[in-house]
């Protein structure tokens, strides 16, 4: 495993741990008419972010890895930030969709290292969260309308 490889799905671990508190801030926080939906929907997301973290820290140690695994680590390399903690509904969701959109690009560049790597394991994984993002962010634009 390149060190490349290494450092993006370290990058990965460290912004869906960051995601992991902002959706449980975003599930306690959350007022207003669509209070019931996001709610749901945030809960639903954190726990998705829960099995990416470690499903991504479990193929980094399989492939002789370290994951992050300190909160100096994890915020010292994330690309998302953490919730500001007054956050609307709405902004709450723009922020999300940001987010995502972050971590699809990152993605795709971590499936093309894991092509020239042949290390189609790493590629599918990343692959497979690609995939669950690109719709998380087109139901997340759907409700913003």
Not at 3 to 12: G, R, S, T
Not at 106 to 112: P, V
């Amino acid at each position: 495993m390149s060190v490349k490889l290494n450092e993006i799905l370290n990058v990965q671990i460290a912004n869906w741990n960051v995601l992991f508190t902002k959706l449980h801030n975003y599930h306690w926080y959350v007022k207003g008419q669509q209070f019931f939906t996001l709610h749901l929907k945030f809960e639903e997301l954190y726990t998705e972010a829960a099995l990416h973290v470690d499903n991504l820290a479990e193929r980094l140690l399989a492939l002789g890895g370290s994951p992050v695994a300190t909160f100096h680590e994890i915020l010292e390399i994330a690309t998302v930030k953490d919730a500001s903690g007054n956050e609307n509904a709405t902004e709450m969701v723009r922020t999300l969709v940001g987010d995502f959109g972050i971590i699809v690009n990152e993605l795709k560049a971590g499936m093309s290292i894991a092509n020239l790597e042949d290390d189609e394991t790493t590629g599918d994984m990343l692959l497979a969260i690609h995939y669950s993002l690109e719709k998380h962010v087109w139901m997340l634009k759907s409700f913003l309308g």
